[in-house]
């Protein structure tokens, strides 16, 4: 049975960095397209970014784009969300999650539509 685990959360002053880590188990990553998403105190969940099951194509949400990098290692079977020049509006619970198809159109890499599988989640605030 499929696990996701994520951990690296943390408490960060605006302008730091944090490194997330995904743990999958229990499959071989190359076959999951791996998203990223967090979820701040009264609002939405909201997806990050996603990365295709080959790991050569991520989409990023607007407001991450720049200073997050997201990463997979399908020889280890983990995923990463490289942080970079945090804002105290990234600050909520991050999820890592795994769905075993890509999705491509006209050759262009899309997130998927939904996911089977979720982690736990982990706590990033951005604070001075």
């Known amino acids: 049975q499929l696990q996701v685990v994520e951990s690296g959360g943390g408490l960060v002053q605006p302008g730091g960095s944090l490194r997330l880590s995904c743990v999958v188990s229990g499959a071989t990553l190359e076959y999951y397209t791996i998203g990223w998403f967090r979820q701040a105190p009264g609002k939405e969940r909201e997806e990050v970014s996603c990365?295709?099951?080959?790991?050569?194509?991520?989409v990023y949400t607007d407001s991450v784009k720049g200073r997050f990098t997201a990463s997979k290692d399908n020889a280890k079977n983990m995923a990463f969300l490289q942080m970079n020049s945090l804002k105290p509006e990234d600050t909520a619970v991050y999820y890592c999650?795994?769905?075993?198809?890509?999705?491509?159109?006209?050759?262009?890499?899309?997130?998927?539509?939904?996911?089977?599988?979720w982690g736990q989640g982990t706590q990033v605030t951005v604070s001075s």
């Open positions: 999650a795994a769905e075993n198809r890509d999705r491509f159109y006209e050759g262009r890499y899309y997130c998927p539509d939904a996911y089977d599988w």
């Open positions: 990365t295709s099951m080959s790991g050569l194509s991520t």
